[in-house]
């Protein structure tokens, strides 16, 4: 399996100081520090799959099922009384210059209450257009695509900027609203293909996922035509729009079922129209889901009698880093497995990336994970051109068990040592139970384990 990521060739230092050193002896020196700075450096990340530099307060939320979205958030009472729906997650548009609809109810306070209410969200940046695309009156990325790529870095940071005014936290995926635009302007492709390109990258830097928005027919055609291109960063999910009421996530005509494979698809497949839960009525579109989405933590209070120690990892053998006092309230972001406690087994991330016990926590379940908190997870982009096979455990000998597909999500649970492959020992567990080489997925370090993901 070859890997794109990690090879590189270069000259051989040795010949090239041989003809350096015709040179004068200060010119010698002068060029031989710069060659050998070159030559000896390591090589940057290439895209299309850039790494994702996950701080340490960080998870990622992945929903499957049934959403809505509509122009403006709902007030609380809605989604209360929008219970009796078969819906669970809402697209709501946190940001950008061309969002159409005020957000009243929009605040930190609401994204805490509907999360509580067991609602994932999936958050919409709404800027930039097309310059062959959406409505006149929409604000336009440039044609100049070194001027599109830093507009596309600009709206990473707006919508990150506006998702922690929100309560949201790193690891959360952001999608990025594209509308129509002309196919056959190959100078208006460039521009959108550079913009989202820079979106995705920057997003990766700062530690979210990075997700977009096309109708299916006019831009996702194209935008998984580059799914391999070394020219472009590959977001991790695709949404599409495509209003023929089949809610399905494969056979879109353009994409290939490969492409965005693992949990990285979504599809709005009915336009605006009315629905009526609870006695409440909303003008929404349908959507379904399997896609990465908004992370937040949760408040719950601490049941210890004495204080609870928060360690650097999931185990009573990592070190204490601090201390919470009993009733105190902690923001926890996820949960995943660890040595047993009393009743429980589970251990309980929070927002400042250490862990406790859960059974010192007021979670639900004094025994297993409680609802609404999602696992901790951490997807990298897989790298293998061929597709990276999956393994029941950390080593080649062990039995395959299928194979992931070039640019699917490794969502990563933990890391450990194994058969080294490649310039790697590294070895990660999946969500799935299954196991593969880190040498073939884009984490941040390509020899030995990557923060913050815990150790198995």
Not at 316 to 327: E, I, K, M, N
Not at 345 to 350: E, F, I, R
């Amino acid at each position: 399996m070859p890997h794109p990521r990690r090879t590189v060739h270069q000259p051989p230092l040795r010949a090239l100081r041989r003809r350096l050193r015709r040179l004068p002896a200060a010119v010698f020196s002068a060029v031989l520090a710069v060659v050998s700075a070159l030559v000896l450096a390591p090589a940057a990340a290439a895209e299309p799959a850039t790494s994702t530099g996950y701080p340490a307060g960080a998870t990622a939320t992945r929903y499957s099922g049934l959403a809505f979205d509509a122009c403006t958030a709902p007030p609380l009472t809605t989604i209360q009384a929008w219970n009796a729906s078969p819906y669970r997650a809402l697209g709501v548009y946190i940001s950008g210059v061309n969002r159409t609809c005020a957000q009243p109810e929009l605040t930190a306070a609401w994204v805490t209450s509907v999360s509580r209410l067991k609602w994932r969200l999936l958050p919409i940046h709404k800027g930039l257009q097309p310059p062959c695309g959406g409505r006149p009156t929409d604000a336009k990325i440039s044609r100049t695509a070194a001027t599109a790529r830093t507009q596309g870095t600009t709206a990473a940071r707006d919508a990150i900027a506006a998702a922690k005014a929100l309560g949201m936290r790193p690891g959360s995926a952001f999608y990025n609203d594209i509308e129509n635009y002309t196919q056959s302007d190959t100078g208006c492709r460039t521009a959108v293909l550079s913009y989202l390109s820079a979106w995705t990258k920057e997003l990766h830097r700062l530690g979210y996922v990075s997700g977009v928005y096309m109708n299916l027919n006019l831009g996702a055609g194209q935008l998984a035509d580059v799914f391999t291109s070394a020219s472009y960063a590959r977001p991790d999910a695709l949404w599409i729009a495509r209003y023929d009421g089949a809610d399905t996530l494969k056979g879109w005509t353009g994409v290939p079922d490969a492409k965005w494979a693992v949990h990285q698809r979504a599809k709005q497949y009915r336009g605006s129209h009315d629905e009526t839960y609870g006695g409440v009525t909303v003008n929404i579109d349908n959507d379904r889901l399997d896609a990465p989405v908004a992370t937040v933590a949760y408040a719950y209070t601490v049941t210890s009698p004495g204080v609870l120690n928060a360690r650097s990892g999931p185990s009573d053998s990592y070190p204490v880093v601090r201390t919470h006092a009993s009733r105190s309230t902690l923001q926890v972001l996820c949960q995943t497995p660890g040595p047993k406690v009393g009743t429980t087994a589970v251990w309980d991330k929070l927002s400042d990336g250490t862990y406790v016990t859960d059974h010192y926590v007021s979670t639900p379940s004094t025994t297993g994970y409680s609802s609404p908190v999602p696992r901790c997870v951490y997807p990298y982009q897989i790298t293998a051109s061929g597709g990276l096979t999956q393994r029941s455990g950390p080593g080649t000998s062990y039995a395959a068990q299928g194979k992931a597909p070039n640019g699917g999500l490794a969502w990563v649970v933990c890391q450990r040592s194994g058969t080294k492959v490649g310039t790697t020992k590294i070895w990660d567990r999946l969500d799935s139970g299954r196991y593969v080489s880190d040498h073939y997925v884009a984490s941040p370090s390509g020899t030995t384990y990557s923060k913050p993901v815990p150790r198995c």
